[in-house]
């Protein structure tokens, strides 16, 4: 993930350079800035920026909004996220749409809707395991156990060595006690701790 997060960088920070009034190319570098290096003020300051420019992008509403979800601010990031897949119908990754308001939901506590929204990520993309991680725990939250357990199967093919443990010491839910539950709710689907 840090190797990762250096060549995200290194790559919207070039674009940026070339291009600086890009909202997607700030909101996606912000994203990436709050997710991996949990630098959540430089991020706002991106998202501030890239929605100044780009107010009704899908992609820019896009990556504004996990961030929403993981502090606390679960509505916002619901109204964001939903408004921004109502803009981006026919886009081929929009199971990315689906599973960041998948997590929205999760974060809000809206169970049935998280598994509903996670699903159809899973039907447009059955291979994306932050997805199936969040679509899991949401299925076994609301007692869909064969639901969830075919979930955390997937993810265990795709990712043979996951331990909740690992993800819940680095998720970015900023509230420990969210980061708790998710990895209860992963453990109740089956995956290892």
Not at 22 to 48: C, D, P, Q, S, V
Not at 49 to 65: F, Y
Request: hydrophobic letters at 45%.
């Amino acid at each position: 993930p840090a190797d990762d997060f250096a060549q995200l960088k290194i790559s919207l920070e070039g674009a940026l350079q070339h291009e600086r009034r890009n909202g997607r190319a700030l909101a996606m570098l912000g994203h990436n800035k709050a997710i991996f290096a949990r630098r959540y003020t430089e991020a706002n300051l991106l998202f501030e920026e890239a929605l100044s420019i780009a107010p009704g992008d899908a992609e820019t509403l896009l990556w504004t909004g996990p961030n929403l979800a993981f502090s606390g601010q679960e509505q916002e990031a619901i109204s964001r996220l939903e408004h921004a897949r109502t803009l981006n119908l026919e886009n081929p990754l929009g199971f990315r749409y689906d599973h960041f308001l998948a997590t929205a939901y999760f974060a809000a506590g809206q169970m049935e809707m998280a598994a509903q929204t996670g699903l159809a990520s899973v039907v447009r993309n059955g291979l994306y395991t932050s997805n199936l991680r969040v679509t899991a725990a949401a299925c076994a939250a609301i007692g869909q156990h064969e639901t969830a357990q075919e979930m955390a199967a997937r993810v265990m093919v795709l990712e043979p060595e996951f331990h909740i443990s690992k993800l819940v010491a680095s998720h970015p839910f900023r509230d420990p006690a969210k980061r708790a539950l998710y990895g209860e709710f992963l453990a109740a689907a089956g995956l290892p701790n």
